[in-house]
């Protein structure tokens, strides 16, 4: 076939042409993309899942659990290995210096917290000079309120308020540590009706129970749980008492822990070994039905379930 004739077929088939030669670019184009879309890297999880934590804020959906390639990454782990030098310190004053330069592990946070745990354990100094109940739990409560008491060595002596922590806190490099509410709320100034939801919100989402835990204690006066006694007074002390109820749940200390431990060398009461016990003798027996309806309004606030094992967080 000469040339001639080719460009005869061509002007006669013009429509067909065209049709082909779309299909075949089309193809390749295809082709090309493929290619591409084969060699690219997939993105990780971890980089989007951290990016949010440094400049949102308080009711964004910060901290929420993403599944990780790289451990320790997730945010519901972030804070672990702090939570772990946290607990595990033999002297708070050391531990709060380092920690206060390390928000993205929720340094920050820890810090004000063993200051706390520190200005706190000042309220309830003091050995009764005898006491009831088991003689063993006694002795293990003594040896952990001094154990903490030595821990504390120093802490209020460098910094005499909590303002003044915060203060040296906030002016560390590091950027805004993930655990610790706008303007240290809660910890360094009030709450408020407003912002309480938004707060234990947040604490929730970083997936750290201590984090929890304190905003709940710090809100418990705005939130709305279970029935009422008719008594603003007497409603906002049985909220108070749920709360610690539940926030030892949160963290696991109900059982051994700080709280029973400083009730027992400080009262005298050692009868029971469980702060849940120790905080129900407080509630009165009129006020025992609105008092459980409380404790399981709060309880499900915080994502407790009912029946699991709430010792262990």
């Not at 088991?134 to 060595?153: G, L, N, P, T, Y």
């Not at 929730?204 to 029935?227: C, E, I, M, P, S």
């Not at 309806?293 to 967080?313: E, I, Y």
Request: glycine fraction near 10%; hydrophobic fraction near 40%.
């Amino acid at each position: 076939m000469s040339v001639r004739d080719v460009l005869l077929w061509v002007r006669d088939h013009k429509a067909s042409t065209a049709g082909l030669v779309l299909v075949v670019a089309g193809c390749i184009a295809l082709v090309g993309l493929s290619r591409r879309v084969h060699h690219l890297k997939p993105r990780t999880v971890a980089a989007s899942a951290a990016a949010p934590a440094s400049g949102a804020e308080p009711g964004d959906d910060v901290g929420k659990p993403t599944p990780s390639e790289h451990a320790g990454t997730e945010q519901n782990a972030r804070s672990t290995k702090m939570r772990g030098e946290f607990e595990n310190a033999t002297r708070y004053l050391d531990f709060i210096q380092q920690a206060m330069s390390r928000p993205q592990e929720g340094g920050k946070f820890y810090a004000l917290l063993a200051w706390k745990r520190c200005d706190d354990l000042t309220r309830h100094l003091g050995a009764a000079p005898e006491h009831t109940g088991d003689d063993r739990f006694h002795d293990a409560a003594v040896a952990q309120v001094e154990d903490i008491q030595k821990r504390c060595s120093g802490v209020l002596e460098a910094w005499p308020s909590v303002d003044a922590l915060y203060k040296v806190v906030m002016e560390q490099r590091g950027g805004r540590d993930f655990l610790l509410p706008a303007s240290g709320r809660g910890i360094v100034v009030p709450t408020a009706r407003q912002t309480a939801d938004g707060d234990i919100d947040a604490a929730l989402k970083t997936g750290d129970r201590w984090a929890a835990a304190q905003a709940l204690r710090d809100n418990v006066d705005f939130l709305d749980v279970g029935n009422s006694t008719g008594d603003d007074g007497a409603d906002r002390r049985l909220r108070e008492l749920s709360a610690e109820i539940v926030a030892c749940e949160l963290v696991g200390t109900c059982r051994g822990g700080i709280e029973a431990a400083l009730h027992c060398a400080g009262t005298g009461d050692c009868a029971h070994d469980d702060y849940r016990d120790v905080v129900l003798a407080e509630v009165p027996d009129t006020h025992r039905t609105v008092f459980d309806t409380m404790l399981a309004g709060m309880r499900q606030r915080v994502g407790l379930v009912p029946g699991a094992d709430v010792d262990k967080p």
